[in-house]
């Protein structure tokens, strides 16, 4: 696995780096990066050069391309998305003298960037020396706004330090950067090189906005600036300030002359817009009015507002680690982009990179509602609703896709921006069906923990009849009367088109049970949505028919029908430099042994658990973990799950640490490319239902907790029907506290547990039962130790 040469600072609540390595920026762009769900701002050098990549996003804002096949097939997708750079707001750029401000020249004493996870500010404090010896020192801090949606804002402060200066700082919108995406089709590259055209441009005073509007997909987007200028400019001030904007360009000057010890104060207010039918005229406007609005607030009232909300998000949100102090960074690093990749995404879902990279084109994939939406849900409800509400809004779509394929219901796409399947390769995609019901259960999942009955009426119920009418047309019925689903592919990369997965199949039982349920609970909507009462029996039926596979001659679940009487990988022939296996090896030969890529049964465990005894979970761990190779980083989370689950709390910590510290130390070196959200959502999963044991079903929440050596107390937060309930672990017993609220019954182990409101509940933590060996990993794919993938 790659390591970054970076090495980030231990703190409790932020994250820093001193010096700056300008072979490795794209990594520290990436976990540097700030957003709001709707704008994202890559943490670029202010001056923008030297960088990586270059990265300013709009949730949604894509270029559309043909999607180039050496062969056509029926029912492929015509047409591909990839996310593209919005005009760029970042740049700041310094002038000393003539000497341009620029990390690679003159002479750094110091250059320190630090993330703030209770700020929810980017700040970076910087001493240079130009190539003629003139000292300045500069201080910028850099914020993605959680209150105004639209608005990024910049303070940018230079100080001149031993003798008087002569600065001037140019303040730019740039559009049309570049993205790292490169295409063997010379239409799709010339389409993402230059995918914005000029509508509109306009200057006035110190303040400029650049419209455009991308040539395929038909979306105009405007971004607007304004500033403030000021500080302690010594005696005689001495300031002057011009613009100019031509098509992909604005520009703002500022020329000052400094005192010896005298600052400029900069500040900058960026606001982004964009929209599909708006007038140039309207989006323009909004754009600047989000500015003026921000402008009229000040700076200090947006970073007042910054960290009002994430004290509220913290107050539930927060996991405290008593143990190695990298982890707890780690923990709340990961929660925070968590929360600042959804806070404001409002009728969106969250890319698979967030908005911190161009990664995966920018597209949502089904792991945003298998992982990051429950930590949503249970700690960030509203933004959990919107994105599923953006499902919703996006199923005439899927129902499209559906009819393409000769299916009723809805099919979702496996990946997508605007809720058209944008992948071509059908395999791994379009015959990945899970997605139906990944999104199914995170509706069901969403409606238990916080009783919205609305949103299960207006969206919820839709989305999982729709569902279930895909299953019933999907599925086969065999002379026995069982229920199979052939020819699907499960969450394994490295399988695909088999019979009766039982991830798949489990996951659609769930699907239907809870659309039958829902469709009776709400019979006035199922009325309208055309549900008769022979549906839900079908439904019903299809539930209590679905076929499971079992091995009984091995003793486990085969992760689908006849997968344990496959032929196993070589893993003893294997190198290590040959991981990625798919970097290496055909896929037909990945397909036809047993060589797991990421959890897929092991996912069954947790997902479905109701579904298997305590020995099929511990049998099934053992047998998957000897062919589990984690080339994705999705299954360490799970794994880390399971294996906590079954009594390995070690082997569940260097899990849990190899996910903490995934995008941090880079270990699947892609960082660059954009954070794996996902994956930072599996550490939150990793301690609540690993460490914590929660489970959540309709019959209620249960808790088995139970801690690793390394850690003497974890301390964690879930919401409940609005109401905050906090877990706190110890080795020998735990706590539970309802903050508020309606009496809340859950259960302890195998004891049931009435919370009150403000009450403290303590009970003994049972002793272990006693485990077998550790199970072994394929050669060279064991993870880190924790301790030492954890020291600071």
């Known amino acids: 696995m790659s390591r970054s040469r970076l090495r980030f600072d231990a703190h409790e609540w932020s994250i820093s780096a001193d010096g700056i390595d300008v072979e490795n920026l794209a990594h520290e762009e990436s976990v540097f990066g700030l957003s709001n769900g709707h704008v994202g701002w890559r943490g670029n050098l202010d001056e923008g050069d030297p960088r990586g990549v270059a990265g300013s996003y709009l949730n949604g804002l894509f270029e559309e391309h043909p999607m180039p096949y050496a062969e056509e097939g029926y029912g492929y997708p015509e047409c591909g998305q990839s ?22 020249r003159g002479t750094l004493t110091t250059h320190t960037r630090r993330l703030d996870f209770r700020a929810g500010t980017l700040e970076r404090d910087v001493e240079w020396t130009s190539p003629i010896g003139q000292r300045v020192r500069i201080r910028s801090t850099r914020i993605v706004s959680f209150t105004h949606r639209s608005v990024a804002a910049v303070r940018y402060r230079v100080q001149a330090l031993e003798t008087p200066a002569e600065v001037t700082v140019v303040s730019e919108l740039l559009a049309n950067e570049p993205l790292p995406i490169t295409h063997d089709d ?15 441009y306009a200057a006035d005073g110190g303040a400029a906005t650049l419209v455009h509007r991308t040539r395929k997909s038909g979306l105009t987007t405007a971004v607007a600036m304004a500033h403030h200028v000021g500080g302690s400019l010594g005696r005689e001030p001495s300031v002057e300030t011009d613009v100019d904007t031509t098509g992909d360009r604005a520009r703002t000057t500022i020329r000052a002359s400094l005192d010896a010890g005298a600052t400029l104060e900069i500040v900058k207010m960026v606001g982004h817009e964009y929209s599909s039918d708006l007038s140039t005229a309207a989006l323009r406007d909004r754009a600047e009015t989000a500015v003026g609005d921000a402008l009229q607030a000040g700076w200090e009232a947006l970073l007042a507002d910054q960290k009002v909300r994430l004290d509220e998000f913290w107050e539930c949100a ?37 908005l911190t990279g161009s990664g995966y084109e920018g597209h949502t994939f089904w792991d945003f509602e298998g992982f990051v939406l429950p930590v949503l849900t249970s700690t960030l409800p509203h933004a959990a609703e919107q994105a599923l509400r953006w499902r919703h809004s996006v199923l005439d779509r899927a129902r499209d896709r559906a009819a393409q394929l000769h299916l009723k219901g809805a099919a979702l796409p496996w990946r997508t921006i605007d809720g058209r399947e944008s992948s071509g390769y059908w395999p791994a995609s379009t015959a990945a069906f899970h997605i139906n019901a990944d999104v199914a259960g995170a509706v069901l999942h969403h409606v238990r923990a916080t009783g919205d009955v609305a949103f299960e009426r207006e969206a919820g119920l839709e989305i999982l009849a729709e569902s279930a009418r895909l299953w019933v047309s999907l599925g086969r019925w065999d002379a026995h009367g069982g229920f199979h689903i052939d020819g699907v592919t499960g969450p394994d990369e490295y399988s695909a088109i088999v019979n009766d997965n039982v991830f798949t199949n489990l996951a659609a039982q769930k699907n239907l049970r809870g659309a039958a349920a829902a469709a009776r609970r709400h019979p006035d909507v199922a009325s309208e949505l055309r549900i008769a009462d022979d549906e839900i029996a079908r439904w019903e039926l299809a539930a209590a028919s679905m076929a499971v596979p079992f091995d009984h001659e091995r003793g486990v679940h085969p992760q689908a029908a006849g997968y344990t009487d496959l ?15 798919h970097d290496h090896f055909p896929y037909f030969d990945l397909y036809r042994k047993q060589v797991v890529k990421q959890a897929d049964l092991v996912l069954a465990l947790f997902f479905s658990h109701e579904a298997f005894t305590a020995e099929q979970k511990a049998r099934a761990f053992d047998y998957y973990e000897a062919i589990t190779v984690r080339d994705s980083s999705l299954s360490a989370a799970a794994q880390a799950v399971i294996a906590a689950e079954v009594g390995h709390l070690d082997l569940a910590l260097d899990y849990l640490a190899e996910v903490a510290t995934l995008d941090l130390d880079d270990l699947h070196g892609n960082t660059g490319e954009g954070l794996h959200i996902a994956a930072l959502a599996g550490v939150w999963t990793a301690i609540t239902a690993g ?14 907790p139970r801690l690793p050596r390394q850690i003497d107390r974890l301390d964690f937060g879930v919401r409940v029907h609005g109401c905050i309930l906090r877990v706190d672990v110890r080795q020998a017993e735990v706590t539970y506290r309802l903050a508020s609220g309606e009496p809340l019954t859950i259960m302890h182990y195998d004891e049931q547990l009435v919370l009150d409101a403000g009450e403290a509940v303590t009970r003994r933590i049972p002793a272990p039962q006693p485990r077998g060996e550790q199970p072994r990993q394929p050669r060279g794919r064991a993870p880190r130790p924790a301790l030492e993938a954890l020291r600071g």
Not at 319 to 329: A, E, Y
Not at 691 to 704: E, H, K, V
């Open 83 to 104: 996310v593209i750079n919005a005009a760029n707001g970042q740049l700041i750029r310094l002038i000393v003298g003539d000497e341009p401000f620029d990390v690679r």
């Open 186 to 200: 010379p239409r799709v590259q010339e389409l993402l090189s230059e995918p914005l055209e000029t509508v509109d």
């Open 318 to 354: 927060d996991v405290r680690v008593d143990g190695p102090p990298r982890l707890q960074q780690a923990v709340r690093f990961a929660l925070f982009q968590v929360f600042q990749a959804s806070v404001r995404m409002e009728l969106r879902s969250v890319p698979g990179k967030g």
């Open 567 to 581: 032929e196993r990988w070589d893993f003893e022939s294997t190198s290590p430099d040959e991981y990625l296996l």
């Open 691 to 704: 460490f914590g044991g929660m489970r959540d079903s309709d019959s209620g929440m249960r808790f088995c």
